[in-house]
């Protein structure tokens, strides 16, 4: 007769004072399967940004860089540990001023938070003003002001745009 091994309250115990949590244990041995004395023995592993966030963390912190931020910039972004730590991350408003930079080369609307408001106040959801201007072509004044469920032709735009509007409309045309 094959005998069952079981997590006991002792090997739990054991679990804890190897530095191993109890909610860790159970799950090493129920969900992972490991063996009863791998589940309470075996070290757990610690992430290599993590031991490196330990060694800069005063750096980084004086840098005003979180250990998120450190942690994603060396596993994901290839950032070696002291660039992570001593790169100040850039501040919000200098981000969104890059954004409107490149959204106006690229000659995308820009619509402002007034506009956006004031198509809420009139009763359309910001996600319907944003298709409108976007997706149908809609002039921001239109796309604001014009209750929905209005069918309005759109606006000159540039070829890609206007492609996928033409066929938008060809479809409702047909209906």
Not at 143 to 151: D, E, F, Q
Request: overall charge positive; proline content about 3%; some cysteine.
């Amino acid at each position: 007769m094959i005998e069952e091994e079981v997590l006991t309250e002792e090997h739990l115990q054991i679990a804890e004072s190897n530095g191993i949590g109890r909610r860790n244990a159970l799950q090493r041995f129920n969900s992972y399967g490991y063996s009863v004395e791998d589940a309470i023995t075996k070290p757990l592993k610690k992430a290599n940004s993590d031991s490196e966030w330990m060694k800069w963390k005063e750096t980084a912190l004086s840098n005003g860089v979180s250990c998120d931020t450190f942690c994603n910039r060396v596993k994901h972004y290839g950032y070696t540990p002291e660039e992570a730590a001593t790169n100040p991350p850039q501040k919000r408003s200098v981000i969104q001023a890059k954004g409107i930079e490149t959204r106006k080369r690229r000659g995308t609307i820009i619509m402002d938070r007034k506009d956006i408001e004031e198509a809420e106040a009139n009763g359309i959801k910001r996600a319907t003003f944003s298709s409108r201007v976007h997706n149908l072509g809609w002039s921001i004044e239109d796309a604001k002001t014009l209750p929905v469920g209005t069918r309005v032709k759109p606006r000159k735009v540039n070829e890609g745009q206007r492609r996928d509007i033409e066929i938008h409309w060809k479809a409702r045309e047909k209906r």
